[in-house]
């Protein structure tokens, strides 16, 4: 053990303070009341309170900080999506996610990997082809490589991917990242705490209350919060916090599992994604190798993880890698995936004046923590909708005016 942590762990007294605050209780008013303490949440009070001045805010979470998607997900970061409303919006949430751990004084561990979407059917490559040229119109690196540069940068792949579904060539995205998810909530959740939020961990949300159509208390398992201004930023559980403000949603769950392995020493450098195959794959910091696949095919409000996802991973895992088969899973998990008809979130107002929604992040929400957080602190200030997220308002499904990013996120990642 390092000298320097005995040290302090014998010390008296210690030079770092706690990482948050904890409150005594819920005061009867504030500013803004957020429901939902990950990501998204966190970095909606922190851009709040840092940017607009607006301290007076509340963080609810029925359980902990991140233990929501935000810490139950495969950690990618990366811009290459197909419609111009995704592309700009996760290459501005880039650029946020290169400078947080600066800011925030913590390391987030955040490491830019480079990412290849593999391509199988000639179908395929021409999505990808489309995507590329989507990307680089806004100054994405992105590009489309053929099956030999694939093979040079990834020898250790199979190629053929056991002669079933050979790879053709890849959408390759320079930018494409790992980063440390638990550490997001920590340094966000920090941020907004020195800057006078507060944070209530095991407060359930249990109602709200409408009055001529604009939302004005929440009702919590610790008491009734009046507020002028309400954010739901609780992925899967969306439904369930649109129904107390009586408003309906084209949101439908899914669970979303993943699963890493023990660690082994640095061999995969890019991050690795094939949608024909429904698996994406990284090696974190430590060495374990992180991997995904599709979602569930039910609709299911649940984060149980199952047999049959493992075996059916680790079988295309092995069709990408054939010498991993010796290797040993650790621990699996899943996330509820909060999915809408086109694959883009919604964001923004909604016909409940004062009531603001942040949802339907499906299988790539945790790439877009820093921006989707400071464009809804940028709605709620303002009290219009940022530039950036008019694209993602829920008013499309009524107009039938869809952004659909299914051909960029349906993989998952």
Known sequence: MPLRLLRFAAAKTHPEPRMFRPPERLQNHYDVVIIGAGGHGLAAAYYLARDYGIHKVCVLEKGYIGGGNTGRNTTIVRSNYLTPEGVQFYDASIHLWEDL?????????????????????????????????????????????????????????????????????????????????????????????????????????????????????????????????????????????????????????????????????????????????????????????????????????????????????????????????????????????DMTPDYAPIMGKTPVEGFYLDAGWGTWGFKATPIAGKTMAATIAEGKPHPLITGFSLDRFREFSLTGERGAAAVGH
């Open 101 to 337: 751990s600066e800011e925030f004084d913590l390391n987030l561990f955040y490491s830019t990997r480079g990412h290849f979407t593999l391509a199988h059917s000639d179908s395929a490559m021409r999505t990808m082809r489309w995507r590329a040229e989507v990307n680089k119109h806004y100054g994405i690196a992105s590009e489309v490589v053929d099956a030999d540069v694939v093979h040079r940068a990834l020898p250790m792949m199979d190629i053929s991917c056991g002669g079933h579904a050979p790879v053709l060539g890849a959408l390759y995205h320079a930018p494409g990242a790992i980063v440390r998810h638990d550490a997001v909530a920590w340094g966000y959740g920090r941020g907004a705490d020195l800057r006078g939020v507060e944070i209530h961990q095991r407060t359930a949300v249990t109602g709200i209350q409408v009055k001529a159509g604009k939302a004005v208390a929440v009702e919590t398992t610790k008491g009734v919060i009046h507020t002028d201004c309400v954010l739901s930023a609780v992925a899967g559980s969306s439904p369930e916090i649109l129904q107390m403000v009586g408003l309906d949603s084209p949101l439908y769950v899914h669970p979303l599992q993943a699963m890493v392995s023990e660690p082994t020493k640095p061999w995969l450098d890019p991050i690795i994604v094939s949608g024909s195959l429904h698996v994406y794959v990284s090696q974190s910091a430590r060495g374990e190798l992180v991997m995904g696949a599709s979602l569930d095919p039910y609709e299911l409000h649940s984060t149980r993880s199952t047999l049959d996802f493992t075996e059916g991973l680790a079988a295309h895992i092995l069709d990408l890698f054939p010498f991993l088969s010796e290797l040993k899973v650790v621990r699996q998990w899943a996330g509820m995936a």
